[in-house]
């Protein structure tokens, strides 16, 4: 006889923002794997969000469902909620996971630019964690923050992006404070586990690498597993930013 895998995570529902690709496809399919319920979040990759879902579903049926929104439109965002509670009965954790990112060197910020960067990487999070917490409390639940090594080191042309994911620092120690004790709010912040879409060449992935501790990048598994971590692992921790960056914000930037 074969032996289950365990499932610490059984019977839990994870919604995810932005999980139909990169980063939070691996969360998703490692918290599956882990016996959760997913609810897929995507705006324009809904081709991948389905074939995920299809995905999983076919692994444990009934198991993964998409649900597509722009989470910029705060209108919106109570959807997600409705959409976990009603297919799987309940909702247990949040993972703020969705991101913009490219550069705004001074001199070229605009406005558009601004609200995207802001929008995306801290307004929502915080007006979807808001909508959240009335089902995340009947579970003493958890709100799980992506967030980023440079909202502690500035990267050099994006200080939208890092303003926004600083914010989003306070933004989770506070959550923490407003909604404790029935809901921990916690946060990772990656470091060179997974290059941007528009890739680095080899030269600057060497010289960010250099800057490790470890002297090696990471990979998206690291991230899903400190999830994991967090939702199933540490009943007593809230408020606290993990950094997963193989030692770079030790060293020299």
Not at 47 to 76: F, G, K, M
Not at 128 to 154: M, T, V
Request: aromatic share 4%.
């Amino acid at each position: 006889m074969h032996s289950q895998p365990p499932q610490p995570l059984r019977d839990q529902t994870v919604l995810i923002t932005g999980a139909a690709r990169r980063l939070g496809a691996v969360m998703a399919r490692h918290l599956h794997a882990a016996g959760a319920n997913v609810v897929i979040h995507h705006r324009q990759s809904a081709p991948d969000a389905h074939r995920l879902a299809d995905e999983l579903n076919a692994l444990r049926p009934s198991s993964a469902v998409t649900v597509c929104a722009d989470l910029l439109d705060v209108a919106s965002l109570p959807n997600l909620i409705h959409t976990a509670v009603n297919t799987f009965g309940r909702l247990d954790v949040l993972i703020n996971n969705a991101s913009t990112f490219y550069p705004t060197p001074v001199g070229d910020i605009t406005p558009s630019a601004f609200d995207d960067l802001i929008g995306t990487n801290l307004r929502a999070p915080l007006f979807l964690s808001q909508a959240a917490a009335p089902e995340l409390r009947k579970r003493q639940g958890l709100i799980l923050n992506l967030i980023d090594i440079h909202a502690f080191r500035p990267l050099k042309a994006h200080p939208t992006y890092c303003a926004a994911k600083a914010g989003l620092v306070m933004l989770t120690q506070s959550l923490a404070r407003e909604l404790g004790p029935d809901i921990r709010v916690n946060g990772i912040a990656p470091g060179p586990v997974l290059w941007p879409e528009a890739e680095l060449d080899p030269a600057q992935q060497a010289h960010i690498i250099d800057r490790t501790a470890l002297k090696r990048v990471g990979s998206p598994m690291d991230i899903a597993k400190a999830a994991q971590f967090f939702i199933a692992d540490a009943p007593y921790v809230t408020g606290q930013i993990l950094p997963v960056d193989g030692g770079r914000t030790v060293g020299g930037f």
